[in-house]
């Protein structure tokens, strides 16, 4: 059992892991510091929570990250698309699955914007969703260049 602290702490710190990790990393006693957090807002990736999600297996981790960087990709364009039909309900299914997704793999600053999201298309606030879109499309291509090695 872990002693980290939950993976929604917005202080909790990360370090970068991308497609050259290879080692198995050494236990924590605590959070591990590197990427910045959004000024205001959580780290890109809590990284120990990721490893233990991924059972302590770097290969699989990166697999996990890659495949998540897709899906969370091909759900904003399906949501793009619902909200120019006018289905808010597949909008709020697409957003939530980014939520949640960005939850179980560590990426908290793509969680967090894409929690409001979802709450903007649930209230029926289109007015602001695109700004919102436009903030979580950010913050996953920080996410992206942050498990690439770049962040």
Known sequence: MSTSPPPNTPDYNSESVGPTSSATPAPSAGPTP?????????????????IEQACGDLEFLNELL???VADASSQMESMQ??????????????AHSNKVSAANIGALAVQEV??????????GEL???????????????????????DG
């Not at 894409?114 to 209230?123: F, S, V, Y």
């Not at 700004?131 to 498990?147: G, S, Y």
Request: charged share 30%; proline share 6%; glycine share 8%.
């Open 66 to 68: 890659e495949l998540f």
């Open 81 to 94: 698309g619902a909200l120019s039909e006018g289905d808010n309900d597949v909008a709020e299914r697409n």
């Open 114 to 123: 894409a929690k409001t999201l979802e709450a903007m298309i649930r209230e």
């Open 127 to 149: 007015d602001r969703v695109g700004p919102q879109i436009a903030t979580v499309q950010t913050e996953l291509d920080r996410f992206k260049e942050h498990v690439e090695g």
């Open 34 to 50: 590197s990427a910045a957090p959004t000024p205001g807002g959580p780290v890109v990736l809590d990284r120990d929570f990721a």
